[in-house]
């Protein structure tokens, strides 16, 4: 079977810079990000939306890169994990996954990162279940979660 899809123009901001991409409009954002923009932070995890390793913020909402098509981030505003620090400063829920060990094998971190800035950004001082709810869609396989949780209450503590 013969195939007539043409790679398109996206035109899209990824962490602050104004961008040009040619894609296949369904290709997946997360490969596009990884292969062409070489933003490698972003990672693949179960490949299906449901582990929230590829987890990227499109206008400001955390989604899963696993899942949009390229086509529909036309005009939209991306951050990925390289776009949460500030030059070299972290961000500091990346500090705090540092301090306290939230980082195993490092496939759900740059995830559970972006879950946890989107988080503190909507809620600056979450409770203990708003921080389990924020975290909910990003699975770990590796720490049990504690660490993970104790980073996101370090990060509220150093925000404050």
Known sequence: METTATKTEVKCI???ERRTIEAFPMERLLDVLREQL??????EGCGEGECGACSVMIDGAIVNS??????QVEGASIKTIEGVASGTQLHAVQQAFIDCGGAQCGICTP???MA?????ERNPNPSEAEIRTGLAGNL???TGYMKIFESVVRACQKQA
């Open 14 to 16: 990824v962490n602050g």
């Open 38 to 43: 070489h933003l490698t932070g972003t990672k």
């Open 66 to 71: 696993c899942l949009v098509p390229v086509a």
């Open 111 to 113: 995830g559970m990162v």
């Open 116 to 120: 946890a800035v989107d988080l503190l």
């Open 140 to 142: 770990c396989r590796c």
